[in-house]
């Protein structure tokens, strides 16, 4: 079983498929490697695509400590993995908290990201949102630690943007929340108080987002209400940015909605090796109106 080594020398198992331009998949809080399934079984066949569990979900190491987890050393964590594989520069595509690690490791170490998928992104990002956010975090925290996972995850799979995909695929939702009880609850605690409750608000980070120039894609479900403004904002703010809004759609987008997910993410991923995938023109006029004589 393959690990990468991270500076603070915790233990983090990934798992590399198939051949080509590496793509690097980060997984949400409620996931592990394995969410990316749909996803390795459709690139492996054209790209090198590595997958890991982050810090604290096992085989990965469970540092104790609220500490030894972040923002900042989730980044860090990826870069390891890439590290790890021999891999100079990837893809990074990520939801939900695997998004916020694939943004910030395009703002912090442009030169290893290739081009950024950032779904189901924004969640707490919203300024009058960021106290209850927070408070959330650890409300979950807590719960996870006094009811263990196996209790809790029918109960956090079934959140306001969780239960469009029980209600479109409730044998791979089930699957989903099986997988879920599964996860060591300290591991989860501890991501929670200290990634989720602390990782600063993406509309704090506007001046940085205007300045970096990687390729990024935005995905998010047209039903996962707290994302949809961030969403538009990461638009507005990064230059080389599109954003794709799925109908009908919740949180766990990929899940989900896999071969739409899919057909998204491979279009995304030729223009950007095709070099197509450019800012927007600063000095266009969006009033103007095309006529045809």
Known sequence: MPFAITGDDVKLHYQSYGSGSAVLFVHEFAGNWWSWEPQIARFARRHRCITYAARGYPPSDVPSEAASYSMERAVLDAVAVLDAVGIEQAHVVGLSKGGFTALHAGLSHPSRVRSIVAAGVGYGAEKQHETYFRELSLEVARRFE??????????YAQGAARVQFRDKDPLGWGLFVERLAQHDAIGAANTMR????????????EERFRAMDVPTLIVNGDEDD??????????????????????????????????????????????????????????????QIMRTE
């Open 226 to 287: 707290h994302c949809l403004q961030p969403g538009l904002f990461l638009k507005r703010v990064i230059p080389r940015s599109g954003l794709a809004v799925l109908p009908k759609t919740g949180h766990t987008v990929n899940l989900e909605e896999p071969e739409l997910f899919n057909r998204l993410l491979a279009e995304f991923l030729a223009q950007v090796e095709a070099g197509r995938w450019m800012p927007r023109d600063p000095d266009a006029d969006p009033g």
């Open 194 to 205: 200290g990634v989720q409750a602390r990782r600063p608000s993406l509309y704090d980070l």
């Open 146 to 155: 006094e009811e263990g996972s196996k209790a809790f995850a029918p109960v």
